[in-house]
């Protein structure tokens, strides 16, 4: 192994993964530093190589792994060899992180220096029970820790968050953990070009397609209950400004090592009627307005009841290290009709 910084990529192919591992081929630390890169298909295997062979990254140092989150000894063993992690794939895979929790223990006991740990949780961590009936109130601040120690720990990715601060307060790992809100907009670059990123989020795509296949759009409830939104760009540059704070020695971290990513709230309501609006310009719907789930759509769907929960919060934290979002909630809904017409394959 050579003396640069090796840094692990968990994810790095992914919608969120592959803006960050952009970035950090570009970042001030990249000449000396060696990237793997986790990845699970042997398709993007092949044409990530290709990428990085043209030189389409970059001169940067770029292994390749295959395998995926329930490969524990592979995420274990280069985890073990990896003074930077960046997990980007499943906020909720408790063993795919022990797996590699335990790796970086093994780092530490080599090194006798702690390894960087930087883990994507999501807002979700919030949820209400709302079903689209009333607006929150409760807004989280990330400066203040015990607003995130008042959660249940059954709350979704927290069981995975707490393995996360536990190791930190060990001692053997370094933690900080970015928790995004609804990401939108098309991901773009040289990963997304080559066919290796995905570019696209969960909740817009969600409601073009499912308002595409039912003749309008939905939403649960009245819609009134809240999200934060932030922009794919403005997500991954989060990353970026927080690795600066770590490798600064400026970022909390561990239990005040948490970093909402958000530039706003919406309602899912308008939300749902942005998305109608733009249905019914490109021809795939009549109705302008959004018409409730029925129970048995809602029922059948764990991401529709996510979008009939309240989840607000305060990136604060981030903000403090230099973080400044860029794109705004006017943003989010001029976002739906371009990524409509993608996602339909229809012209403007």
């Known amino acids: 192994m050579s003396g640069k910084k090796q840094v692990f990529v968990i994810g790095g192919t992914g919608y969120i993964g592959a803006s960050v591992l952009q970035r950090l081929v570009k970042h001030r630390t990249a000449a000396e530093s060696e990237y793997t890169v986790l990845v699970r298909s042997e398709d993007k295997e092949r044409k990530l190589a290709e990428l990085v062979k043209s030189g389409g990254l970059g001169d940067v140092g770029i292994k390749l792994v295959r395998g995926s989150n329930a490969d524990f000894d592979v995420l274990e063993a280069q985890a073990a060899r990896a003074d930077v992690v960046f997990s980007m794939a499943d906020s909720d895979d408790v063993p795919a992180i022990k797996a590699v929790i335990a790796g970086l223990k093994k780092r530490y006991e080599q090194t006798g220096v702690a390894p960087i740990l930087i883990h994507t949780s999501g807002t979700g961590v919030l949820m209400d029970k709302a079903e689209g009936n009333f607006e929150g109130t409760n807004y989280y601040d990330d400066t203040i820790p015990e607003h995130l120690e008042a959660l249940a720990d059954t709350q979704i990715h927290r069981p995975v968050d707490l393995l996360v601060v536990e190791a930190d307060s060990q001692g053997y790992l370094r933690s900080y953990i970015i928790l995004p809100g609804?990401?939108?907009?098309?991901?773009?670059?040289?990963?997304?070009?080559?066919?290796?990123?995905?570019?696209?989020?969960?909740?817009?795509?969600?409601?073009?397609?499912?308002?595409?296949?039912?003749g309008e759009v939905g939403v649960?409830?009245?819609?009134l209950s809240k999200w934060p939104a932030v922009h794919i760009d403005d997500t991954a540059d989060l990353y970026i400004?927080?690795?600066?704070?770590?490798?600064?020695?400026?970022?909390?971290r561990g239990r005040e090592g948490y970093y909402f990513a958000e530039n706003g709230h919406y309602t899912w309501y308008s939300l749902s009627k942005a998305v109608a609006e733009a249905l019914v310009a490109l021809g795939k719907s009549n109705n302008i307005e959004p018409t409730p789930f029925t129970k048995a759509e809602y029922e059948e769907s764990f991401m529709l009841r996510v979008l009939g929960t309240n989840a607000l919060c305060h990136a604060n934290r981030g903000r403090a290290l230099g973080w400044k979002p860029k794109y705004t909630i006017d943003d989010l809904y001029r976002s739906i009709k371009p990524e409509a017409e993608v996602l339909l394959s229809v012209s403007s």
């Open 241 to 252: 400004t927080l690795y600066d704070g770590v490798l600064s020695g400026r970022a909390g």
């Open 220 to 223: 649960v409830g009245e819609g």
């Open 182 to 214: 609804v990401i939108f907009g098309i991901a773009t670059g040289p990963l997304y070009d080559a066919g290796v990123g995905n570019r696209h989020s969960m909740a817009v795509p969600l409601l073009i397609k499912k308002g595409v296949s039912r």
